[in-house]
Structure formats: structure tokens, C-alpha cells
């Protein structure tokens, strides 16, 4: 059993038109999605989230977290206060994320319920212990069914479909794979699947669990109420405890340590929440540091617009700090670093990946890095 197993037997599956509880792998009841009062662990329904598979020239956790926030309409096609990662390093360096970002309505509602663990249905079905290279075709409800596509690399791309049937050949074709390369596990029972997530949760391991710690509230704020609330009742806890220990010295070995067994895993709990708080605090701070300090981008796309010799195209611009990512396709590429060397601004411009050539367009392809130093400019 892994950690999540501490956190209780039950979860809280949020689906399209239904909000299901579900017991050691059995749907228990249907809930309303405004009453369900306090719960641990939460598995979103796809129509809660929009997935992505993304590609970073850098691997540091904290760089890639910065870089998605400063620029969340470029990754997500809705702006939203909360997503989750998941990072895979590549041996040519740099790393692939999967994505999750949660709608904004999904967000309010999960703050009002202050769960412990959110995990996107097709990132836990990437934990199943049968989930590598795998195809998956989920029959959720009469015309509501999803695809799932789990990596080698254990990254997910998933497709819901409504009212509607999709075809094997054309999720594999829209993912950018071949069909007959892959065995698809049919699920066609909603009971079924509920037995998988939770099979999944029950196993998933401790590393594998830290990418969807709920934070309290929002990426960069906490609730004071919460955290007030937490240590009341981590007090509270804590008395009840001494007073078993203390006021009952003579009661039956076994039953003290039953009691023990019962408050421990609670306190500990609690502890933890209050740990995450004092976490995602200093988070916050850290983030307004990086927010002051960001360069504005219109200065540096005029620049570029400037400086790029002619027919060259940008495909992508991606920034971390001072340093900027360019990908796209020129006639010439040493032309192009020639140019961009000749700016004071821009400094170690080098190609990171290597050149080659478009057929269609008998233009260069390419990757580069530079550090954009504003100040430079006024350096004489």
C-alpha cells in the first residue's frame, strides 16, 4: 500500500454530470457537487482540466513553474489560477512536462472543499501498474468516453469524446502515432474503472504523489481562516491525546495503543498541511521577487524584429529569467547568429540544438539561446 492508502479508503470522483463517492473501489453514492462536505483525495473528470505535453530547454522544476505562470495563455487556451506538473528529463538535456491546468470554476469549487490530493484522471491512470505504452478506451457513461494514451516516458495525452464515437485510428493519428502499433484495454464499465482509479491511488507511491499536493487556495495565496482552523484542531488533537496518556496510566496496553494508532496518523496530517502553508508562503514571496524582476517582452520582441535578417520565421519564443529560447527557420543560420551578435543586449548567443534543413522551404531550421541583458545598452 502506498501513502495515499493513509488518507482513507474513500475518494471523490468529480465527473461531468455526476460527482460519484467511491469506497475501496465501489461506487457508494452520488453526490451533490455543493454538498459533499470535507474530503481527502479528488480525481477530476477530463472536462475539469486541459492537458498538454510541453518541452523545456531547462530542467529545474522551479524555473519551468515560473516560466508557465508568467505566460499562461501561451500554454493553456483559458487563464486559471492552479495547474499541475509532472517533469521527465530527456538524455539530450532539457525535460518534457505534462500540463494539467484546471478550469477556473473547478478551482473555486475545489478551494471551498480544501482537499489533500487532486490527480487528473488520465495522470492517475498513468500510475496503474499495467499503464506504460499503453491505449486506453474508457466507456464512462452511455455517450460519454475517453481515450488515453500513457508514454514509455509515463506522460499522458487523453481525448474526451460526447455524443459522438472516436474511432482508434483517429486518436492515435491525432496523438501522432500509428494505430496498429498499440493494444488498446477496453473499459466499458464505470465500476470497473472506479476499481482501476482506485487500485491506482491505493499504490501510487510517494515521489509519484508530491506533483498533486493540493495547494492551499490558489499558486500564490493562502487562507488564513484555514491554516487558523488547522492548528486549532491539531491543538485540540494534541490535548485529547495527553489526556489518554496521563488521566487513563493504568488503562489495558491494547487500547492505548488502538487510541494511538487513531490520532497519530491525524496529527501527523495536520502537521504536514501546516508544513505545505508555510511551503507555499515562501513560494509566494519568491514569485512576487520574480515578477519584479521580469523583463518586459515588447522591448525584446521589437528588437528581434529588428535584428533577424530577412525571411527568417519564429516558430517559438519561450523565456526563463534573462534567457530566451528561439526556434524557427532562416536562410542562413550563421547570418543569422552574426546578426544577433552584433546587438550588445544580446550576449552568448549559441545554436542548442543541431541545424537542419526544411525541404519545402530549403530553409534552415533552428534552436538558439541567448541571455537578454537589457543594460548592456547603456554601457558604453
Not at 457508494?28 to 462536505?37: K, P
Not at 498513468?126 to 506522460?155: F, M, R, T
Not at 485510428?169 to 482509479?197: S, W
Amino acid at each position: 500500500m502506498g501513502p495515499v492508502s493513509l488518507l482513507g479508503s474513500h475518494f471523490l470522483y468529480l465527473g461531468r454530470d455526476k460527482t460519484l463517492k467511491v469506497r475501496n473501489g465501489c461506487i457508494e453514492a452520488e453526490a451533490d457537487i455543493d454538498d459533499v462536505g470535507k474530503t481527502r483525495l479528488v480525481v477530476l473528470g477530463k472536462n475539469h482540466y486541459y492537458e498538454t505535453i510541453r518541452s523545456f530547454p531547462f530542467t529545474n522544476t522551479k524555473e519551468i513553474r515560473e516560466a508557465v505562470i508568467m505566460d499562461i495563455p501561451a500554454y493553456s487556451p483559458f487563464d486559471t489560477s492552479l495547474f499541475l506538473m509532472k517533469k521527465m528529463d530527456i538524455p539530450d538535456g532539457g525535460c518534457k512536462v505534462n500540463l494539467w491546468f484546471i478550469h477556473p470554476d473547478t478551482v473555486e469549487w475545489l478551494n471551498r472543499l480544501s482537499p489533500m490530493v487532486i490527480i487528473p484522471e488520465s495522470g492517475l491512470i498513468a500510475l496503474a501498474k499495467d499503464s506504460p505504452q499503453n491505449l486506453y478506451h474508457i466507456q464512462k457513461q452511455e455517450k460519454e468516453a475517453l481515450w488515453v494514451y500513457v508514454g514509455k516516458d509515463l506522460l499522458t495525452q487523453s481525448m474526451e469524446v460526447c455524443d459522438g464515437k472516436m474511432e482508434q485510428e483517429t486518436f492515435t493519428r491525432i496523438i501522432g502515432g500509428n494505430a496498429e502499433k498499440y493494444v488498446v484495454t477496453e473499459i466499458a464499465d464505470p465500476q470497473d474503472y472506479m476499481e482501476m482509479l482506485h487500485g491506482a491511488l491505493m499504490n501510487i507511491s510517494f515521489n509519484a504523489i508530491l506533483p498533486f499536493l493540493f495547494p492551499i487556495k490558489s499558486l500564490t495565496s493562502f487562507n488564513p481562516k484555514n491554516l487558523k482552523v488547522g492548528l486549532s484542531v491539531a491543538a485540540v488533537l494534541f490535548l485529547i491525546y495527553m489526556a489518554v496518556i496521563v488521566i487513563l496510566p493504568y488503562s489495558a496496553e491494547s487500547g492505548l495503543m488502538k487510541a494511538d494508532k487513531e490520532i497519530t496518523p491525524q496529527v501527523a496530517s495536520l502537521m504536514k498541511n501546516q508544513l505545505q502553508v508555510d511551503a507555499l508562503y515562501a513560494r509566494q514571496n519568491e514569485l512576487i521577487g520574480v515578477l519584479q524582476k521580469h523583463i518586459p517582452k515588447l522591448p525584446l520582441l521589437i528588437l528581434l524584429n529588428d535584428v533577424l535578417p530577412e525571411n527568417t520565421i519564429i516558430f517559438q519564443l519561450l523565456t526563463a529569467g534573462n534567457t530566451v529560447e528561439l526556434k524557427g527557420m532562416t536562410p542562413k543560420s550563421t547570418a543569422l547568429l552574426e546578426a544577433l551578435s552584433t546587438r550588445p543586449v544580446i550576449q552568448n548567443a549559441r545554436y542548442t540544438a543541431p541545424i537542419r534543413q526544411d525541404q519545402a522551404s530549403s530553409r534552415e531550421v533552428f534552436t538558439l539561446s541567448f541571455v537578454y541583458n537589457p543594460a548592456a545598452a547603456a554601457t558604453p
